[in-house]
T-cell receptor
């Protein structure tokens, strides 16, 4: 069963900590994405990557960075966590070809205190 | 900015009834997709409709697309309590240099047994 795995379902971190959210996919997909989801705001794109070592800013990249050293792994980094980064974080992947849906992970609910 | 906006924001129906959700968007698209999200989980891809298609079926799901009105609808027939979830439309748009889906804020569907 193909899937996208996010390393943590729930995470509690302190303000100012550096936080790593890990995402691994086993489908050999070229594209990987990080979204955050907040009530009433839907999903907002943080960063995405079309290939190893490539990254593109999404709509809300401020306060975040990403790393894609291997094709199957896409990490989201909160450089210095703040309370307004408390959210549900969703990772997704898709193949490079057009007209294909995304496969999402189960999400990481991050609380910054 | 939100590309897809769902309507209504919330919908409550009885088991066996049909549920209709609508999505409007702003720019030209390659395709439009619908996803489902159970509470606190990741999104699951339901169906994709290409810009040159007008209607598509998958089991109890029927999706229509009207590119002249920039709108889509998702119909779930003979609903079941297990259909209770949030439903999101997502657009794959002709944004230069960007190949990432833009999601709306979703419709919360409650199916009463």
């Amino acid at each position: 069963d193909v899937k996208v795995t996010q390393s943590s379902r729930y995470l509690v971190k302190r303000t100012g900590e550096k936080v790593f959210l890990e995402c691994v996919q086993d489908m050999d997909h070229e594209n990987m994405f990080w979204y955050r989801q907040d009530p009433g705001l839907g999903l907002r794109l943080i960063y995405f990557s079309y290939d190893v070592k490539m990254k593109e800013k999404g709509d809300i990249p401020e306060g975040y960075s990403v790393s894609r050293e291997k094709k199957e792994r896409f990490s989201l980094i909160l450089e210095s966590a703040s309370t307004n980064q408390t959210s549900m974080y969703l990772c997704a992947s898709s193949p490079h070809r057009a007209n294909y849906g995304y496969t999402f992970g189960s999400g990481t609910r991050l609380t910054v205190v | 900015s939100q590309q897809g906006e769902e309507d209504p924001q919330a919908l409550s129906i009885q088991e066996g009834e049909n549920a209709t959700m609508n999505c409007s968007y702003k720019t030209s698209i390659n395709n439009l997709q619908w996803y489902r999200q159970n509470s606190g989980r990741g999104l699951v891809h339901l169906i994709l409709i290409r810009s040159n298609e007008r209607e598509k079926h998958s089991g109890r799901l029927r999706v229509t697309l009207d590119t002249s009105k920039k709108s889509s609808s998702l119909l779930i027939t003979a609903s079941r309590a297990a259909d209770t979830a949030s439903y999101f439309c997502a657009t794959d748009a002709f944004d230069a240099g960007r190949r990432a889906l833009t999601f709306g804020s979703g419709t919360r569907l409650q199916v009463q047994p």
